[in-house]
T-cell receptor, first 113, second 112 residues
């Protein structure tokens, strides 16, 4: 049972445009969400997070939006740059801090020149 | 601070053999989690150790086991290797297990 879903395995976006990566979750006990970026042959690196008490968090070119009623979050990258080409993982953390973090399957983002 | 290190980086084993992977977390981090990454399956949680105790476990068979030492270093063992165990194994550390995790570069295991 996939509790965190990234329904788009891949996404291609023109350089300079906005990239929007989506993530859906099913468990209402999740209250903290994170995005990680992964290049080939490297481990994932933390990008940005959001707590369930907020609906938006911004860090430079990266903004995460959270819609609790729809159990949906999205990562916006503006403007998209060639170095943004990577796999992006959405992750959700439950209220019970002793419980595990669940990752989605990832979305591969291609930034086109 | 030094990052999370994993050894070895690459490993080739034969079906039926066993393997031990090692992870050294960031200094001061007490939580170490292990993940398996395969194409199309994303990051699948194996287990988490906190202060030498297994705190969480994913849905993997008993052939997958781990442990954590008093210095927070962790090892993961896979016995009776199967072809399907070929994957990138990632280790991540954090101070408490909640929130942002810091990943190592992974160990690429190939089972032939």
């Amino acid at each position: 049972d996939q509790q965190v879903k990234q329904n788009s395995p891949s996404l291609s976006v023109q350089e300079g445009r906005i990239s929007i990566l989506n993530c859906d979750y099913t468990n209402s006990m999740f209250d903290y969400f994170l995005w990680y970026k992964k290049y080939p042959a490297e481990g994932p690196t933390f990008l940005i997070s959001i707590s369930s008490i907020k609906d938006k968090n911004e860090d430079g070119r990266f903004t995460v939006f959270l819609n609790k009623s729809a159990k949906h979050l999205s990562l916006h990258i503006v403007p998209s740059q060639p170095g943004d080409s990577a796999v992006y993982f959405c992750a959700a953390s439950p209220l019970n801090r002793d419980d595990k973090i669940i990752f989605g399957k990832g979305t591969r983002l291609h930034i086109l020149p | 601070k030094a990052g999370v290190t994993q050894t070895p980086r690459y490993l080739i084993k034969t079906r039926g053999q066993q393997v031990t992977l090692s992870c050294s977390p960031i200094s001061g981090h007490r939580s170490v989690s292990w993940y398996q990454q395969t194409p199309g399956q994303g990051l699948q949680f194996l287990f988490e150790y906190f202060s030498e105790t297994q705190r969480n476990k994913g849905n993997f068979p008993g052939r997958f086991s781990g442990r954590q030492f008093s210095n927070s270093r962790s090892e993961m063992n896979v016995s009776t290797l199967e072809l399907g165990d070929s994957a990138l194994y990632l280790c991540a550390s954090s101070p408490s297990g909640f929130g942002e995790q810091y990943f190592g570069p992974g160990t690429r295991l190939t089972v032939t």
